[in-house]
Structures are given as C-alpha cells and as structure tokens.
C-alpha cells in the first residue's frame, strides 16, 4: 500500500512545522510551502527530512498564481494527496488599534487567511473527487486551521479575527459541500500557542495565563495542535464532518 500523503501550508516553523513532523513519524509523504525560496529554509528542510519523506515548494498562497502551482507540483509529488491542512497565516499588520487599521491591511490578511485557504481547499477538492470517484474507499480530508479569534474579539487585530471567523465559515461551507464525496472537513482553533507569531506577545500571555486566562496553567505548543490534526487525519473522529476542535487549554470555557 502506498503511503499516505499530505500538504501543509506553511509548514516550516512554528504549528505547521508541528503538523508536518506529526505526519513525517506517521509515515506520511508530506508537502511543506512558505513564501521564503528554497536556499533558505534549507536547514530546516533537512532537519525534517531526517523523519521522512518531505518537500518543500515556495509558494504565496496569497497570490493566485503560486496557489495554482503549488497545487500541481504537491499533485506531481505525491501523486495521491489524502490531506490537506490550511495552517498558514499572518497576524494583523503592527497590531494597531481598528480605528486605524488600513485597506491594505485588510487586503492582505484577508487573502492570505481567507482566500488562500478556500481556493487552495477548491484545487485540491476537484482533485480529491477525482480520487474518490475511482476509488471509493478514498476518504479525503481537510483540517483548516483556525483561532479562538474566529470568536473572541481583539480590536488591534480586527482584521485577524475577521479572516478566522471567514474560514470558520469556508470550513462549513466545504464540509457540506464534499459530504458527498467522503471529504471529511474539520476546524481546528488553538489558543494561545508559543510560536514565532506570539513570541512578541509572550510575557504578557505568560502573565495573563499565571492569572487564570486558560484553565490549563501554560502556552499551547505546536505538538498539542498536532496531536489533534493527526486524530482527524487519521479518520479517528468519524460522523463529525464540519467540527470545530478548541485546542485553547480551555480558554474559551465562560466562567462566572
Ligand atoms: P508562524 O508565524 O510561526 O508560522 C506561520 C507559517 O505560515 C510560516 O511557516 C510562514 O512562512 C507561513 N506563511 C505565512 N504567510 C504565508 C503565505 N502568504 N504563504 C505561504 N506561507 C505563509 O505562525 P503559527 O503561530 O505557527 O501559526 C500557524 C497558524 O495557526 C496560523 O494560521 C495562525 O493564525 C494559527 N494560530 C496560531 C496561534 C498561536 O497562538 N500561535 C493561535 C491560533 C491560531
């Protein structure tokens, strides 16, 4: 049996890297991509390669262009692709307050958070259906990779929360839509997670947590979202299609 097969947006660093690695030790082909060129996530592409097959293909997914060959060439790799996981994203430009918040930032989050995720998801859906049609043991998945600011608001970074509450949506949306097929198609929401996107953030989520902000006293890591990716890719989750999986350490839990 060949072995199963999976693309990670973003998949070089932070919650993406700890996806693709989960995968690599499973015995997935893995197909990684970033906006940087090749020379320089070298190491760290090689770094990854040591726990199994994987490739690494510069691409914006904010540009419709690099989406379309990003498609393909995942599509030349692996032959097969059985899972897909929307996880790259960008906060909100310099943070600043909404009031201030321009067109451009706009623009820019929400093509990279939003329309990268859904046209990517399009591509491989038409490719995924194909597959099934074939075979119809073929299950498909696909995990977008979302944040409790889908529902929490932040007001310097409205246009963060707007694109994450947007995907929220595209996940049901696709979840309807590729039922039929055998598409399984899920949301994942971390928290807090200490990543290179936190990092400028981290004393103050390190405070707020030491007070009480999640139930569970400490920083997500890239690993707790992996493990819960790695249940859905598996099919572990069955007849739950279009659900969304807080990984907050209970953030999100109303307290009185
Ligand atoms: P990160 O900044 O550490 O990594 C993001 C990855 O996405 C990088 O590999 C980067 O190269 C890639 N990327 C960014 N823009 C891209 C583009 N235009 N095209 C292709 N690749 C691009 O971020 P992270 O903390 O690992 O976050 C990963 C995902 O998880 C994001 O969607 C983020 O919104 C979400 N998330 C993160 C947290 C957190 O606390 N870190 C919480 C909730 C949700």
């Known amino acids: 049996m060949t072995a199963r097969s999976a693309l990670v947006t973003g998949g070089t660093r932070g919650i993406g890297r700890g996806i693709a690695e989960r ?43 690099h989406r379309d060959r990003l498609i393909e060439e995942t599509l030349s790799t692996v032959g097969r692709l059985d899972v897909l996981v929307n996880n790259a994203g960008i906060t909100s430009p310099g943070r600043k307050d909404m009031l201030e918040a321009t067109e451009e930032d706009l623009d820019v989050v929400l093509a990279v958070n939003l329309k990268g995720p859904f046209l990517i998801t399009q591509g491989v859906a038409k490719h995924m259906i194909e597959e099934r049609k074939a075979d119809r043991e073929f299950r498909g998945r696909i995990v977008n990779v979302t944040s409790i600011s889908a529902t929490v608001a932040t007001t310097n970074r409205a246009e963060y929360c707007i694109s994450k509450a947007g995907l929220s949506m595209t996940t049901k949306l696709w979840a309807t839509r590729l039922a039929a097929y055998g598409i399984d198609v899920f949301e994942v929401r971390p928290g807090v997670i200490r990543t290179d996107m936190t990092a400028p953030a981290a004393e103050k989520y390190d405070r707020l947590i030491e007070d009480g902000l999640t139930l569970e006293r400490r920083m997500g890591t890239p690993d707790d979202v992996a493990e819960v990716v790695s249940v859905l890719a598996a099919g572990k989750v069955p007849y739950s299609t279009g659900q969304v999986l807080t990984v907050d350490g209970g953030l999100t839990v109303a307290r009185l």
């Open 23 to 65: 995968f690599l030790s499973e015995g997935y082909r893995v197909v990684i991509n970033g906006t940087r060129p090749q020379e320089a996530v070298a190491d760290v592409v090689a770094q990854m390669s040591q726990l199994g097959s994987v490739t690494y293909v510069p691409a914006d997914i904010g540009d419709s262009g």
